[in-house]
C-alpha cells in the first residue's frame, strides 16, 4: 500500500498526511487555498478560530525539533485544539514499553491526532497504518523521507510571490541526498507544474536516480540556479559536514554556498528559500538570507497557515464521516 | 488521622482523594455514576465541557509517568481547567527549597488542586494535610500506598461489564506486595461488595498479613483464577526480575503468566485487565492482553472519564463550600 | 538608548519592560492600580479574563525558573492567552542556530510577547532593540541588572500593607551586589517616593557607587532595620556562599540572618519580605520567614497580579496601536 492509498478516504479527502507523493494536484491546490483563508488569522489580534475546539492533537516527537514541534503547536491551538506534547524517546522506552503499545494507549486517550516526527523514513506511514479509523496522522518529518507540510509551506510562498508554477524555473541547491524537505518539495512542485526543476549540488550529495523524479541534475551552482525564478537552499547538516562526503564546510560554501554575486545569475526577481535552521556562511551567505530577496522568515509564518489548514481539513472530513 | 478522614467535608463529600481505604460504597458508587455521565465526553467530536473553566489544576509529579500525568493532563483540560505540569524533582530540589515551601509557593499562585505522584508511599497524604483549605490533592500514586484513581477505573471497568459486583469472583495477579494498584483495587472491590476477591502470586511477592483484608490467597495460578469472573494482572517492576525475590522473568512466566490455555480455567466470560505498562512474555502473554477477553485498552479511556469524574466532584464540592 | 527610551511608545504607553529605571512615577502607579484590578481574579472560583485572548505569549527561558515562570505562565493563562514554553539553552544552540536566528524565527511565528529570562545583564533589552514592531518583551530577569516585575510586586505588596510610600523607612538586606531584586527594589521605591532606602550588608555584597542611587548603605543589620516598616531580605546564592566574599553561610546568619530578636528593633507593625526561594537559616531564620510579620507568600500571589496588568497594559497598547 502507498502513502497515496492510505492518506486519502474514499470520498477523495485528506485523511491522513504522510507524503506529497501520488497525491492529486487538486487536492495540493485546496491545502494552498484553505491555507489562504488561514493565513490573516495570524496577523490578527485574537489569532484564534474555534474550528477544533475540543479536539485533541498529540505531538508525538521521536526527534527532537524545537521549530517544527512548536509550530504545529501553535497551529493547534490557533485552531482551538487540546495539544499534549509528548517526547516519546524519553517517556516509552524508558518503562521498555513497545511502541504499538505507546500508540495503542494515546488512541484509548481518544486523541484524534498524531503528529509524528520519526528519524526513521516510513515511521509515519506505518504508525498511520496501525492506528484506530478515528486517528490521524500527520507526518511531521520521518527520516529521509518526506516532510510533506514543509513541502506544501514551500509551495505556498513560491505561489503568493510567483503565482503561476506552469512558467516557473526552480532550483534546489544542496544536500538532496539527505534531505526529507528535497523530497517533499521535488514531489510538490512536480505535481503543481513546474516545468523547469533542478538539483544543484556535488555528486556525493545527490541520489544517483533522482532524474527519475522529474528534475535536472547540476553540479555547478552557477549553471543550476541561471534564470530561476526560485532558490531553494537546503541545510547541511553539520554531521554531514564532518563526513567523508565533502571536504570541509569552507569548501562548500566556495563551491555551493548562495552568495549575493551568485544570485545575480537567477532571475532579477528571484526569491530566495530555505527551510531552517540556516547555516550562515556554509549553504547560504547572510547577505543573501537576510537580503531583500529572501522570504525564509515568511516560509515560517506561512508553515502555521498551512498546518492549519491541512489539521482543519484532516479533522474537518473526519467529522463528516463520524457524523455520517 | 486516617486518610478518610482527611478525605471527606463535614457533608460527607470529597475534598481530597488519597485512599480508597475507609470511604463509604455510596460514595464509590457516586463516582462510578459521575464518571458514566463523562464517558460519553470522550467520545464525541467536541470533547470538552465547561465545568472547571478558570480553575488552575498542577500536577506535581515526583515520580515520572508519562502515562498517568498524561490521563490527567487531559481530564483536566476536556473540563476546562489550566494546567500546570510541574517536574518537581527537577525544580524545587535545584535550588534547595524545601517541599514544604514549594507546595506553600504553589498554594499562592492559587491553585485549586494538586495531583501529587511520588515514590514515597503516604507523600499525598502528608501534603493534603500541609495545603491551604481551599486547595485540594489527588493522589496520583504513591510508593507502594495506593493509587485511587486506577482503583475506581478498574471498579468502573468491572460495573461495565458485569454490573453487580456482589456476584463476582476476581483474582489480582502478580507482585501484590510492592503494588499500590493492588492496594487500591482490593479496597474497592471490597468496599462495592465483591464476595470472593482472591491474590495470586509467588509467596514473595504476597504481604504476610494480606488476609486481614479480607482476601483469599493463591500461591498456585491455576487455583487462583480457576472460575473467575475478572483477571486483573499486575505489573512485574523491572527491578523485581532482578532481585532475590524471584528466580527470573522466564520462570516467573511459567508460573504466573497469563496465557490462553490458562484462562481456559477462568469463567468463560471472564475479563482480562492490567494497569500498564505491559510487560508481554513476563506477566500476561500477547495473545491474552490483545485477545478478546482483554479490556485493557478500555482501561485507558475510562481512566479519563473517571479522573474527571472526581476532579468535578472535588472541585464542585469546593465552589459550593465557598459560596457558602 | 536607554531602557526608559525603548520601554514607551510615542504616548508614553507601555510597549516593553525591561527596567524600572527611569519610568515617571505616574506609570509605575498606574502598574499599581491595574493590578489592584486583576488581584481579585485570582480569589475567584473562574481565574480567568478574555483580555488576551488568542495572543501568544512566549516564555523564553535562557536560565532555568521554575517559580518565575509558572506565575508568568499563570497570569498569561489567566488573560486567556496561549503560551508558548521554550526552554531556549536546550533547543537553540543545538543545531547551531544564533540567538537572533531563534528571535526571528519566533516573531515569524507571530508570537506578541516574549518574557525573557538571561543570565547576561542587558539581554532583554538586546532583544527588546532587535524585535519587529508588533512583539513586546517583558524583562523576567537579566544578569545582575533588573527584574521590575519583581521591583513592582514588592511595591504592590508594600502598598496593600503601608499605603503611603512618602513616609516610609525600608531596609534591603543582603546580597545587593549581585541581586537584580535589589536593583529593581531601589529604582521603584525611589520612583515611588520612599525617603528612607538603606540598603545592608557586608561590604563585599554591597556595590560601592550604590549612594548614588540615593541610598544609604549600613555594614551592620541592627543599625540598618531600626525603626523600619519594610525589612526585604535578599536570597544569598550558593555559588556566593562558597566564594571568597564570605566567610561561610552559618557566620553570615550570624551577622546578616533576620531573626525575631532583631525584628524587635524595625518598627512594630514591620512587615518582612523576600523575593524567594528562601535559604532557611542563612539569611532568613524560620520563625521570621513563617511568622505573623511576614508577607513572603503575598509577594507571589501579588506577583501574578502584577504580572497581569503589566501584560494587559502592553497588550492593550499594542492593539491599540494596531487599530490606529
Known amino acids: 500500500m502507498s502513502a497515496a492509498d492510505i492518506q486519502l478516504d474514499d470520498q477523495g479527502r485528506l485523511r491522513h498526511f504522510i507524503a506529497i507523493e501520488g497525491l492529486p494536484r487538486a487536492l495540493l491546490t485546496q491545502i494552498l487555498d484553505n491555507a489562504e483563508r488561514f493565513a490573516p488569522v495570524g496577523d490578527r489580534t485574537v489569532k484564534k478560530v474555534p474550528l477544533l475546539r ?3 492533537v498529540a505531538n508525538l516527537f521521536f526527534e527532537p525539533s524545537t521549530r517544527t514541534r512548536t509550530t504545529f503547536d ?6 482551538s485544539a487540546d495539544v499534549l506534547n509528548l517526547n516519546i524517546e524519553a517517556s516509552s522506552t524508558k518503562k521498555g514499553e513497545s511502541l504499538a503499545d505507546t500508540l495503542r494507549n494515546l488512541e484509548a486517550m481518544q486523541c484524534d491526532m498524531f503528529v509524528v516526527r520519526h528519524q526513521v523514513s516510513g515511521a509515519a506511514h506505518f504508525i498511520a497504518q496501525q492506528v484506530a479509523p478515528y486517528i490521524s496522522v500527520i507526518n511531521g518529518g ?6 510533506p507540510t514543509q513541502g506544501m ?3 505556498f510562498t513560491i505561489r503568493r510571490h510567483k503565482q503561476d508554477f506552469t512558467r516557473l524555473k526552480i532550483a534546489i541547491v544542496g544536500d538532496v541526498a539527505h534531505s526529507r ?7 510538490a512542485l512536480k505535481i503543481l507544474g513546474v516545468p523547469d526543476l533542478r538539483v544543484v549540488g556535488p555528486k556525493t550529495l545527490i541520489p544517483p536516480a533522482i532524474d527519475a523524479m522529474g528534475v535536472t541534475v547540476y553540479d555547478d551552482l552557477d549553471e543550476g540556479i541561471r534564470d530561476c525564478d526560485v532558490v531553494i537552499t537546503l541545510r547541511l547538516q553539520q554531521e554531514r559536514m564532518q563526513s567523508a562526503l565533502l571536504p570541509s564546510a569552507h569548501e ?6 548562495l552568495t ?3 544570485m545575480r545569475l537567477a532571475a532579477p526577481d528571484a526569491i530566495v528559500m530555505h527551510p531552517g535552521p540556516i547555516n550562515r556562511g556554509v549553504e547560504i551567505d547572510s547577505a543573501v538570507a537576510d537580503g531583500a530577496q529572501s522570504v525564509i522568515l515568511q516560509q515560517v509564518t506561512y508553515g502555521i497557515a498551512v498546518r492549519m489548514a491541512v489539521m482543519a481539513m484532516i479533522l474537518g472530513s473526519q467529522a463528516q464521516a463520524g457524523a455520517a
Open 260 to 262: 549575493a554575486d551568485r
Open 181 to 187: 524537505v528535497a523530497r517533499s518539495n521535488i514531489q
Open 54 to 56: 475540543g479536539r485533541t
Open 153 to 155: 509551506l514551500d509551495a
Open 252 to 257: 562548500y560554501f566556495r563551491e555551493y554556498g
Open 142 to 147: 520521518d527520516g529521509r523521507h518526506e516532510h
Open 74 to 79: 501553535l497551529a493547534a491551538k490557533r485552531l
